[in-house]
T-cell receptor
Framework: TQLLEQSPQFLSIQEGENLTVYCNSS?????LQWYRQEPGEGPVLLVT?????EVKKLKRLTFQFGDARKDSSLHITAAQPGDTGLYLC???????????FGQGTELSVKP | NAGVTQTPKFRILKIGQSMTLQCAQD?????MYWYRQDPGMGLKLIYY???????DKGEVPNGYNVSRSTTEDFPLRLELAAPSQTSVYFC???????????FGQGTRLTVV
């Protein structure tokens, strides 16, 4: 079974700081996705990265897919309180393509 | 646009009772999933389906059953509820691999 390991599990920072969240696996994924989840809601897709080495930007969020397609990172520049939430990485595993998730990173940005 | 609809939103069950969590989607998705989420944690896959008539186990299938008689509906059945099944359950639909998964609002289940 393929696993996705996220780190850190919890992150509490001050407004304006930068942060990076990591998503690692020992297996190759055809793509990785990042979702954001707010309390009481289902996860919502932020981005899908498909090509090894790919970098995608979404305003202050930068997503990178590792060259070997085994890992990904999410970097937030100048974090805002509105960035608070649970960030989840996900990928289609190589047994049937089912979507599996990492354990999540709980981010709290304090004003 | 309804998207993915889950019912009920909340439910309290007694140990040993059974219930069905409903999930319906109007996006013509082939893939559908059931996940459970414990507090502050990620999503663990219970069961999934790649099309009508096809279902398969995920990471934590014990104590649950599913069916997929139509493309639109993917109910999750709990036969003998146990306290360990207290969790928030999410249903999701997806067109295919590597595409966006759309989630329902979740069902918060408490087993006492």
């Amino acid at each position: 079974t393929q696993l996705l390991e996220q780190s850190p599990q919890f992150l509490s920072i001050q407004e304006g700081e930068n942060l990076t969240v990591y998503c690692n696996s020992s297996s190759v994924f055809s793509s990785l996705q990042w979702y954001r989840q707010e309390p009481g809601e289902g996860p919502v897709l932020l981005v899908t990265v498909v090509t090894g080495g790919e970098v995608k930007k979404l305003k202050r969020l930068t997503f990178q897919f590792g060259d070997a397609r085994k890992d990904s990172s999410l970097h937030i520049t100048a974090a805002q309180p509105g960035d608070t939430g649970l960030y989840l990485c996900a990928g289609a595993d190589n047994q049937g393509g089912k979507l599996i998730f990492g354990q999540g990173t709980e981010l709290s940005v304090k004003p | 646009n309804a998207g993915v609809t889950q019912t009920p939103k909340f439910r309290i069950l007694k140990i040993g009772q059974s219930m069905t969590l409903q999930c319906a989607q109007d996006m013509n998705h082939n893939y559908m999933y059931w996940y459970r989420q414990d507090p502050g944690m990620g999503l663990k896959l219970i069961y999934y389906s790649v099309g009508a008539g096809i279902t398969d186990k995920g990471e934590v299938p014990n104590g649950y059953n599913v069916s997929r008689s139509t493309t639109e509906d993917f109910p999750l059945r709990l036969e003998l509820a146990a306290p360990s099944q207290t969790s928030v359950y999410f249903c999701a639909g997806q067109d295919g691999q590597n595409t966006e998964a759309f989630f329902g609002q979740g069902t918060r289940l408490t087993v006492v």
